[in-house]
């Protein structure tokens, strides 16, 4: 985890290509990676477990990631609307319950199009056009 900066970085790592991040964790540390999440979800984004499927030394679960989107996110505006990430979580205990693995299953992109989808700071959408040729408007 520490190698790979701490906070959401691990957990949002991707093949993407560098011009198409929203959310590059290759530039985050775990600090500013806090700072992001902290200043987009000032009431917390919450982690709620909806079902445990199995007990040590396997426990699998699955979780509800939650929150309301009340401030910016990586110079995108504040929509106030609630994102959800679902998905399944496997803890891997040793004889004196202490954790040796954690693997997590869940779409990235539940999160990150929901964090990306206020508007660009600093810009507004009158005059732009899109590459996309259906919503191209120039």
Known sequence: MGKLGGGYNPLLQTSLPEHLRGY???KETS???HKAFTTTFPRGFALEILQVYSGPPEIVYKF???GYVEGPFKGHAPTGELVEVYGMSIFTVDEHNKIVKIEFFYDPGQLLGGLLKGEKLGTSSEGTTSSCPVLRTG
């Open 24 to 26: 590059n964790p290759e």
């Open 31 to 33: 600090e500013s990676s």
């Open 64 to 66: 509800r990631h939650w």
